[in-house]
Nanobody, 116 residues
Framework: QVQLVESGGGLVQTGGSLRLSCAASGMKWRPNSMTWYRQVPEKKRELVASITPAGRTNYAGSVKGRFTISGDNAKPEVWLQMNNLSPDDTAVYYC??????????WGQGIQVTVSS
């Protein structure tokens, strides 16, 4: 059974940094993509950053230049380095790992809170 476990969230002050990790177990095939999403109450889940096996990355405009996604396809594991955090970054962050044979899988979500 595939399981994604996230870690690294918490409470940080404005301007601070956090590094989220998402480690997958039970996957038989390497990912086609690894993505971080975030969600705040009563809003749709939004894409934060994604990375392909070739290392191609994509970022939401609101985090470009502050967040960096990286990944290890062999494990697989994906990280999100978040710098210069603001209260607008407060959300539950979810990792998503997809491959065409096993479909997509989600982490349980991890809270990131940025105080002003």
């Amino acid at each position: 059974q595939v399981q994604l476990v996230e870690s690294g969230g918490g409470l940080v002050q404005t301007g601070g940094s956090l590094r989220l990790s998402c480690a997958a177990s039970g996957m038989k095939w390497r990912p086609n993509s690894m993505t971080w999403y975030r969600q705040v109450p009563e809003k749709k889940r939004e894409l934060v950053a994604s990375i392909t096996p070739a290392g191609r990355t994509n970022y939401a405009g609101s985090v470009k230049g502050r967040f960096t996604i990286s990944g290890d396809n062999a494990k697989p594991e994906v990280w999100l380095q978040m710098n210069n955090l603001s209260p607008d970054d407060t959300a539950v962050y979810y990792c998503n790992i997809y491959n065409q044979w096993e479909g997509e899988h989600w982490g349980q979500g991890i809270q990131v809170t940025v105080s002003s």
